[in-house]
């Protein structure tokens, strides 16, 4: 299977993250997204370990690589958000600025409107695999239904040479029996439009790589900044996530908690908390 | 040109049928030398001539523009005749995108990648390439696009008109509400 | 399969529509699934409909062969038509697409489609139609076709070949960095 094919079976976080919840047969609330941040987490590491994986294998393909890059940064944009709810729930003491509240509430909205119109999904597939699908006829294909008239061209070069491409059918041109070419070129076919024309269109191409570079930067800044901050936990003995947490930008303690857990899950860390909404305490695993 | 009613529902068959492709109403009233208001008469004309049982064609109308397309109940006759370039699989991720243009276009791709919480620029790229949705340039914000289904789109799907699609006054009333809440 | 006599018309006019070349009877009942005797009876059956004042299009046979054409009395409606249509300035679409096959033909249609980032069937055949490029078999893909300039484009410019056109180099360079790029 292709990257690209291993990637596209993933139709995105929100669909992701509503069969997590749907799972736990819960309604979509800031207590529930908290509840399967983990799981969504978890998801998240696996899909980019697989992604990881593909690309070593089909580095040819840029474009299926930048393809996977785009799912694995739309996927860490949902699951920062997670992790600014489920820090929230952690963390009671945190105080989120009105944007972020915002952003909570951002994707809930989401989630349920994306809960809602999910049903229109399934019946585009449907009807895209019932076979209803109706015919039409190429364009001007029966300019060849009638007698074989050839036409001069009307407006092309004195004595273009006679060729086999020649448009019979209806006469485009009263009876005329001579064998021509047709040449349409339209008033403004100049070399000077055609180079406007590729300009303006090349221009395009400029951006769309400039806007997967981009992309690319965004991915490996969040990736570095997790490899830092794992780094700083390890020769740490004993530390508290309300501590490194301390005077940290909410996007700062976000990218904490995403390296904790991550240190977590690789079984680098132990984590503790005494009662609910306690302070989280880290110990970096004995080897 | 054609004279009477009769005769112009006839010019307007024989015109559908060279042209092959979708025609804006525009270009039928410029052919048969017609007003577009009555072009538009012309059509319905012919559309309810066409569901006759003893005919095989219909129209295939989405905004201003009208395609002679065979009925759909005709696809097991003719698939095998039409070499088919569309019928593989659609991947999740296309056919989600494919709902949402369907259901809600014209649309832009920021609010595409809203309803989907993800970037979708690559796969508006393939699903253009695959000709099942165009853009054009939205006329209020001359610097961005919309995207909608192409007549290639609503034929495989074997419909007549974007109104068509299964629930498509609800899915619309749905958005609506989820809009106007915040 | 079509059932009774008004469906089985139905069915034979979406396939005659869809088919473009003359079809014999015989493949014609393949389709439909009935006898050859019962073709020619349907056959003239159809051909009696079609000479109802409102209907264009009319059957044109040849020995066991037969095709739907327009009435002839639409000829010159439709041969104006053509003639305009084909006339009309180029539309940006077709000028993007013809710059990239000046510049880069022979090249083939997914590469063109690549480039653009659309579907470019129409735009091609409608190139073909009016004499500015051609197609032909790649040698080395003979399933495949590659597009280039006609002689009568590069004399209608003045010109001979892709390099002539402005700034080619340049052009060039960027594609190549597109190419590996994306």
Redesign the interface.
């Known amino acids: 299977m292709s990257y690209e ?1 291993q990637m ?8 992701k993250l509503l069969e997590l919840i749907e799972e736990r047969k819960l309604q979509i609330s800031e207590i529930s997204l908290a509840q399967v941040t983990d799981d969504f987490l978890r998801y998240l590491a696996k899909l980019k370990k697989e992604g990881e994986l593909q690309t070593g294998r089909v580095s040819e393909r840029e ?1 299926a690589r ?2 996977g890059l ?2 694995l ?2 996927f860490v944009a ?1 699951a920062s958000r997670l992790i600014l709810i489920k820090s929230k729930s952690l963390l009671p003491e945190l105080n989120l600025t009105g944007e972020e509240e915002a952003e909570i509430h951002d994707l809930e ?2 989630l ?3 809960q ?2 999910r ?3 399934k ?3 449907k ?17 060849s ?1 009638f007698a074989p008239l050839k036409s001069a061209p009307p407006e092309g070069p004195e004595g273009a040479p006679a060729r086999a491409r020649t448009l019979t059918g209806f006469a485009l041109r009263g009876g005329d029996d001579a064998r021509a070419a047709l040449f349409f070129p339209g008033r403004n076919l100049q070399a000077e439009a055609l180079a406007q024309s590729l300009d303006k269109l090349f221009s395009s191409f400029v951006a769309l790589i400039r ?1 997967s570079q981009v ?1 690319q930067e965004e991915v490996v800044s969040m990736e570095a900044k997790i490899r830092e901050i794992t780094e700083v936990l390890k020769r740490l003995s004993k530390i508290s996530l309300r501590r490194i947490s301390e005077d940290k930008s909410p996007t700062e303690v976000i990218v904490t908690f995403l390296a904790v857990l991550h240190l977590a899950r690789e079984q680098l860390v132990l984590l503790e908390q005494e009662s609910y909404l306690s302070d989280i305490i880290i110990t970096p695993k004995e080897d | ?2 004279q009477d ?3 112009k ?7 559908l ?5 979708p025609m804006s109403f525009k270009k039928i009233g ?3 030398e017609v007003k577009v208001g009555e072009v538009k008469e012309l059509l319905r004309e012919l559309a309810s ?1 066409l569901e ?7 129209l ?1 109308q989405d905004g201003d523009k009208v ?16 070499k ?1 370039e569309l019928s593989e ?8 995108t ?3 243009i ?2 809600f276009g014209p649309i832009s791709r920021n609010r595409i990648e ?6 979708c ?2 796969i508006l ?1 393939s699903l ?4 099942l949705i ?1 853009r054009f340039t939205d006329p209020e914000h001359p610097q961005s696009y919309l995207y909608r289904p192409t ?2 789109f ?6 007549t008109k974007p109104e068509d ?3 498509h006054a609800r ?1 619309r009333e ?2 609506t509400q ?1 809009e106007t ?2």
């Open positions: 094919l596209e079976k993933y139709s995105g976080p929100l669909e474009l930048r393809e785009r799912i940064a739309d949902v909205y989401r349920k409107l994306y809602g119109l049903p229109a999904m019946i585009v597939a009807l895209w695999r019932d076979r209803r699908e109706e015919f039409s006829r190429p364009y001007f294909m029966s300019i239904a806007e992309l | 040109m054609p009613l009769e005769d529902l006839a010019g307007l068959e024989a015109l049928f060279v042209h092959g492709e410029e052919a048969l001539s006759a049982k003893n005919r095989g064609l219909t295939l395609q002679f397309v065979t009925k759909s109940k005709f696809n097991s006759v003719l698939a095998n005749f039409v088919n699989d659609l991947t999740p991720a296309s056919l989600e494919l709902a949402i369907a259901y809203y309803q989907r919480g993800v970037n620029s690559i790229r253009m390439l695959r000709g165009e007549f290639e609503w034929k495989h799907l074997g419909l699609m299964p629930e899915f749905v958005l989820f809440q915040t």
